[in-house]
């Protein structure tokens, strides 16, 4: 249908900067640089120097990012982590992946981030860092999460993978923590063509680790120090990425504008929107809303030709892969009463005027 409305629409984006992009991969051919290669050192420099930390380790998506810096923390067999219940699954995987335990926190009941309190909870003698995500582009409580992580010694890593750009009481999100994981998988805030990832971090000795993690366990090419992975980021998706964090700045500030007019002019009382305190900087990755009967507003937008999406209608701690931790339903209330409740409006930055009337209206005409 001509006035079908998709949640997201990267087809713009693309048509948008096609022969930057084009040119960029038209590069990396010529100069047959397609696994790692110069064109991925150049965008680990540039987006450092974006996020703010000295370094950026590029990897081949947001998990391996997880993966990695666990590895770079020691975090292994006997270790439990402690993240949020409410966050993709790929958070958990992190963990999972070096033989530890994730150890699910619940969420706040007005910003849906981890909850420090519920974290502080879970802290056995056994956990050795919490894993902190940036949800929907909205910074969780770094402070409260630093305060709990440094009376007890853990460390903190920011999941980024939905908050390239985001503030904390004034600071870029991916230099908070001991390190900062992002994903350019498509249709995060800054993509790939494809798959991405990075680790940023200032320490020289995490940077150094998880380029060698990253290539085989080798620091000199056939001799492998440890057990590594494949995890480099490829050539093309390095060119891309350059193209794309020229524009990131004028994205944000689109998504922010559009956020903020969702924030203002949906008025329904029966929908409840996440809470962005005073002392942080959204970049509104997704809008997510809650409504009495999730299904029922999902199909009035789809009758009305205005797709909407779940992100999440299963919390981490009732997954199927991690039932063998014993979880049950009223653990992580919060984040239940969210995944059941959930529902993400369109929301990107190529979006038209008449796009964001139209859902404004729609949401504010619902059961009117």
């Not at 494809?194 to 090419?221: A, F, M, P, W």
Request: net charge negative.
């Amino acid at each position: 249908m001509s006035d079908y409305m998709k949640r997201i629409d990267l087809k713009r984006d693309y048509l948008a900067h096609r022969a930057e992009y084009l040119k960029a991969i038209e590069a990396v051919c010529e100069e047959t640089a397609f696994s790692g290669g110069i064109y991925a050192d150049v965008f680990d420099k540039e987006f450092a120097a974006y996020v703010g930390t000295e370094y950026a380790c590029g990897v081949n998506n947001g998990t391996s990012a997880l993966h990695c810096a666990m590895l770079a923390l020691g975090v292994g067999e006997g270790d439990e982590v402690i993240v949020p219940a409410n966050t993709y699954i790929a958070t958990a995987w992190g963990v999972t992946y070096t033989g530890a335990v994730p150890v699910f926190a619940d969420c706040t009941r007005d910003t849906w981030e981890i909850d420090p309190q519920d974290a502080a909870k879970k802290i056995t003698s056994k956990t050795k860092g919490i894993i902190g995500v940036h949800l929907y582009g909205q910074p969780f409580d770094y402070a409260g999460i630093r305060r709990l992580a440094d009376r007890h010694g853990l460390f903190v890593v920011e999941d980024c993978a939905q908050a390239h750009g985001a503030k904390f009481q004034g600071k870029n999100v991916g230099t908070l923590g001991e390190m900062g994981c992002f994903s350019f998988y498509p249709g995060k805030n800054l993509y790939a063509f494809g798959e991405g990832g990075s680790v940023t971090c200032d320490r020289e000795e995490y940077y150094s680790h998880i380029t060698r993690l990253k290539n085989q366990g080798c620091d000199v090419r056939y001799y492998h120090d440890e057990v590594g992975y494949n995890y480099r980021l490829e050539g093309i998706q390095g060119a891309v990425l350059s193209v794309s964090l020229k524009y990131l700045p004028e994205w944000t500030a689109k998504r922010q504008k559009i956020g903020k007019r969702y924030l203002e002019e949906i008025t329904n009382p029966l929908i409840t929107m996440q809470a962005h305190p005073a002392d942080t900087e959204p970049v509104f990755h997704l809008f997510v809303i809650t409504v009495p009967d999730r299904d029922e507003f999902v199909s009035y937008m789809a009758d009305a030709n205005v797709e909407c999406s779940l992100h999440y209608p299963v919390p981490c701690h009732l997954q199927r892969a991690y039932a063998h931790l014993g979880y049950r339903r009223g653990d992580c209330p919060n984040a239940e009463y969210l995944s059941e409740h959930c529902v993400t409006l369109p929301l990107f930055p190529e979006m038209r005027e008449e796009e964001i009337e139209r859902v404004i209206g729609l949401c504010n005409a619902y059961r009117g």
